[in-house]
């Protein structure tokens, strides 16, 4: 365990914002290191867009030397030590160096310190522990760099102890696995997820939701989630998830089988594409992961549709489709459909994938067609507002829909008028 800095990192990108000088400026560059993704990303040169750092100062000398610096502070969680500095249009997440005094798998209640390794210890994996200073000294007192470097995600310390200060590192870990590991994935750490893997469900749903979603935002989810489940963990928060293969498929689908603008990853379609259930069982997923309304609807109308679209159905039946439904549903059902098909069928003829590939381009450039009428029409010509004039409204679009589109308003005028005539 090193106390010395053992990389550097050039003072170029995030460090050398004028806003993350400024920050190291104020509150002292003895005083202040950089922690966490930042210096991980950074490393492994990947995009940094968030910009954590960390002080031995109490949180209230923080806030007043940001302060009397002109500089708005945001008191993001002073129990836990964390303000927010806003400096321009850049946010800063400072906190103050901490050890966990009590850990309950799901809360801890820290402690201040002025020890950066005892802060370090309290991190959940070695690429994460890594820190460094305004002057880009990198500090990685638990060999965070060569571990990067191999592809390796493992806990700080004994995994056991890391995955009981909180449970949610257990999902934590097949993400970061997923996102930065290699073959094999940690022994030690397997061993602590599966002996804690029942306690996931003890977490709060907003929580594993998260998670979850972020984990089917990695490059390769299908193969992160075969993992999770061959370690039992799916079994406790998601025992529907049982259909890894469309998800592989799905993933393979919009990553590098179709290069079109407007297809690509979305978690809450991979999501959808895991799940072996009914529209009762999407909603019971919904519900224990806590999704918004929008998500839950969305989900419900990926794994439970009236209607999925299919290259065997005409041209017509497509739009009307396509106006039924809107473009994003079809375009998603399109692509869980024709992940399914080449799942069953391993390599399909190149007129069949050509009909879905046609299919997809369908929906992204679908710009749709607007029925000529309104209810305000409807009521022009004497019928009286009321939900009669939704159903007459609806008998016209469908009859203008079932004749390709072709009617135009003075005629849609003319079949409503005739309904409206013979009462129908």
Request: aromatic residues 6%.
């Amino acid at each position: 365990m090193s106390h010395e800095p053992l990389g550097k990192l050039a003072i170029d990108g995030w460090l050398a914002w004028p806003e993350t000088r400024r920050l190291a400026d104020v509150l002292g560059r003895d005083q202040l290191r950089f922690v966490g993704g930042c210096v991980r990303d950074a490393i492994a040169h990947r995009p940094v867009t968030d910009v954590d750092a960390a002080t031995p100062l109490p949180p209230e000398d923080v806030m007043a030397r940001l302060e009397d610096a002109g500089i708005k502070v945001i008191a993001t969680g002073l129990k836990h030590g964390t303000v927010t500095a806003v400096i321009g249009d850049r946010k800063f997440e400072i906190t103050t160096l901490r050890r966990d005094a009590e850990t309950d798998g799901r809360h801890a209640r820290v402690e201040f310190t002025n020890d950066w390794i005892e802060d370090a210890k309290r991190r959940d994996f070695t690429i994460n522990a890594m820190s460094c200073t305004p002057d880009g000294d990198v500090y990685d007192p638990f060999e965070g760099m060569p571990d990067l470097a191999r592809g390796v995600v493992r806990f700080v310390g004994r995994a056991g102890d890391r995955v009981a200060e909180d449970y949610l590192r257990i999902l934590r870990f097949f993400r970061f696995w997923g996102g930065y590991g290699r073959p094999p994935a940690d022994r030690s750490a397997l061993t602590a997820c599966r002996a804690n893997a029942a306690k996931l469900k003890e977490l709060s749903g907003e929580r594993l939701r998260d998670e979850l979603l972020k984990i089917l935002t990695v490059p390769q989810p299908a193969e992160v989630v075969r993992l999770m489940q061959g370690y039992g963990v799916l079994d406790h928060i998601l025992p529907e998830a049982g259909e890894v293969t469309r998800l592989r498929l799905v993933n393979w689908l919009t990553t590098r089988g179709v290069l079109m603008d407007g297809v690509g990853p979305d978690p809450l379609r991979n999501l959808a594409a895991l799940l072996n259930t009914d529209a009762d069982g999407a909603s019971a997923v919904a519900q224990r992961l806590r999704l918004s309304n929008a998500q839950a609807d969305r989900l419900l109308s990926l794994t439970a549709p009236a209607v999925a679209p299919t290259p065997d159905q005409d041209a017509l039946d497509h739009e009307k489709l396509l106006r039924r439904i809107g473009p994003e549903t079809f375009r998603d059902l399109v692509i869980l459909g024709w992940a399914a098909e080449i799942g069953v069928a391993t390599r399909l003829p190149a007129a069949r994938s050509a009909a879905w590939r046609d299919l997809l381009a369908a929906a992204v450039g679908w710009r749709g067609r607007e029925f000529p009428l309104k209810g305000r029409d409807l009521v022009d010509l004497g019928l009286a507002p009321g939900p009669r004039v939704g159903e007459v409204l609806g008998r016209v679009e469908t009859w203008w829909e079932d004749g390709g589109f072709k009617a135009d308003r003075s005629t849609c005028l003319a079949k409503a008028k005739d309904l409206i005539g013979r009462g129908e």
